[in-house]
Each structure stands twice: as C-alpha cells, then as structure tokens.
C-alpha cells in the first residue's frame, strides 16, 4: 500500500499521523487475551515417554521458542513444565494444535505449562491420542493436553499411579497471566522419607 501526503502538511498534523500510526501497530492482537478452556488432561513421565526412558521432546529451544531443551520445568511462569499436544501429518508438514511455546495455566494442578511436545505417533498422529477420542460433549473437553510428570527418580508403577490420578476434564487457561497461584516442581515427586513413599502425585488439587 503506497501512503501519498499531502505536500502542506504542518508540524502537529505530522505528530498526530505518527501517533496514530504507532497506534495501530503496537495495538494487541485479540489472540493476546487468556482463555479458559475444558481440557482433557492426562500425563506422560520418563517411563512412557518417545522413546521411553528418556526425556525427549518434539521442540527443545534450540531451534524453538520455548524454555527448556529436555521435558521438564518447575511449574513457574517463567520456568513452566513440559506439555504435549496433538500434531497433524499431511502432505509431509508436521503441525501441532498449538503453537510450540504456548503457554497454559492448569489450576487444580497450580502450575504453568508450556507446549514443548507432541502426543500421537506413526504417519497420522491426528487419528491416535490427543487429536482425537477424548471426551466432548457440553460436559466433556476441547482439546486434550499431555503434561510431563516426570518420574526418572521414582518408580514406573508410582508415575503411572500419579498419571492415573491426574488424568480427567478441568479447566486450562491458555496463554495465561503470570500472577497465578503455583506450587512448584515435579508434578510426581521423589518422597523424602520411605515412608511417604504413596501411589499419589504432588500438590494435587480437586
């Protein structure tokens, strides 16, 4: 678009066009804006992670703009924790369902996510898990998000207890303010003592 001045344009006139200008391209986008959504929320740990025993994910920070270049996070705003989404395949381009380095507040969890990860295999991942089979309905999810728990000190039956315990509907704040309430770390921790040792995670809340 070619922008034609008049050729008298006087000083204030010239101030005001400039301010308006600024205006326009330092407004937000309405995407800006957090929004609550009903997720269905499940986990994935050390244990059954791709491939499995490791700590692997789809969008380290080298080459995205995310925080972390293994799964993990304390569940801060500015250190959040690993999620996984549902990506698509067609015509060789990979695509997630959300953007790698959105962010995600999860309240009964109290902790910030980031997405860092896929959750779906093989050539049509939007056929198999976190595309598609999660509950909808008027009661049921919209989308369907995968968090790190991690596990790599604990056992794979105690991370699979704790992801059991985390997996229903609630609900998400995608890109979330920074001023909520976090209980940070693991979302499955180490006990410090044998005896706490629980088939429980962390900090859950109802």
């Known amino acids: 678009m070619t922008l034609r001045f008049p050729q008298r344009l006087t000083l204030s006139a010239f101030v005001t066009l400039l301010l308006a200008l600024a205006t326009v391209m330092t407004a937000p986008h309405a995407e800006a804006a957090e929004y ?3 997720s269905y929320v499940t986990g994935y740990s050390y244990w059954d992670n791709t491939p499995a025993g490791s700590a692997t994910i789809a969008y380290p920070r080298t080459w995205y703009p995310t925080r972390h270049t293994r799964a993990g996070g304390t569940g801060t705003y500015s250190d959040p924790i690993t999620v996984a989404v549902g990506h698509s395949i067609s015509g060789g381009v990979d695509t997630p369902l959300f953007k790698p380095g959105t962010r995600f507040y999860i309240p009964n969890l109290r902790r910030y996510f980031i997405v860092e990860d896929t959750c779906g295999d093989g050539p ?4 198999s898990a976190c595309w598609t089979g999660f ?5 049921g999810a919209q989308n369907w998000l995968d968090v790190w728990v991690g596990g790599a000190k604990a056992s794979r039956s105690v991370s699979d207890s704790c992801m059991s315990a985390i997996t229903k509907t609630v609900t998400a704040i995608i890109r979330p303010r920074s001023d909520y309430v976090v209980v940070s770390g693991d979302i499955k921790r180490q006990p410090v003592h044998q005896a706490a040792r629980q088939h429980r995670c962390a900090t859950l809340t109802t």
């Open 124 to 127: 049509r991942p939007q056929l």
């Open 36 to 38: 609550r959504y009903r």
């Open 135 to 139: 509950p909808k309905g008027p009661t």
